[in-house]
């Protein structure tokens, strides 16, 4: 009879989840050690509390902002999960089409993928304290993106490439 391992529970799953999702979104250990520091004042997440822990997990996924002062641990732009990178790709492409155009408005020092993120957080996060990056979101969010860059599209005769 094959042996199976139990299921982790608890405190060693969420760890798990953490250290998962860490690598997940391709976080640097030098940038999560920092974020560990800066955040919580620990060098090991095993330090952390439950509380702190579920916390860390929703600053990993970008679902809270860390503390003003702490390093973004997502600065490094993520690579979208194979299951949404046609939905970047498009994204990308819309972007293309926009800055082509001239329609692009982007301030001194921000990059087409920054202006993708603040469009994501006015659909999908308004008024919440999160940080974005749209190459983590699902397949349904990244839909209701493109769908807003589809109206800035049209709204500015920028040809959308669809038929």
Known sequence: MP???PKRTGRNARLAAVHCERKQRGIPEEAYRDLL???FGVASSKE???A???RLAAILRGEAAPLPGSPDPTKNRPTPRPEVRGLCAKIYKQCESLAEAGFLPL???KT???YVDAVAYNVLFRGQKVIV???LLSGRQLVKVVQALAVHQKRHGVATGEK
Request: glycine share 4%; net charge negative.
């Open 107 to 109: 301030d001194p020092g």
């Open 3 to 5: 042996t199976t391992k």
């Open 112 to 114: 087409w993928q920054d």
């Open 133 to 135: 990056k749209h190459e």
């Open 37 to 39: 520091r800066a955040e």
């Open 52 to 54: 702190q822990l579920w």
């Open 48 to 50: 952390l509390t439950d």
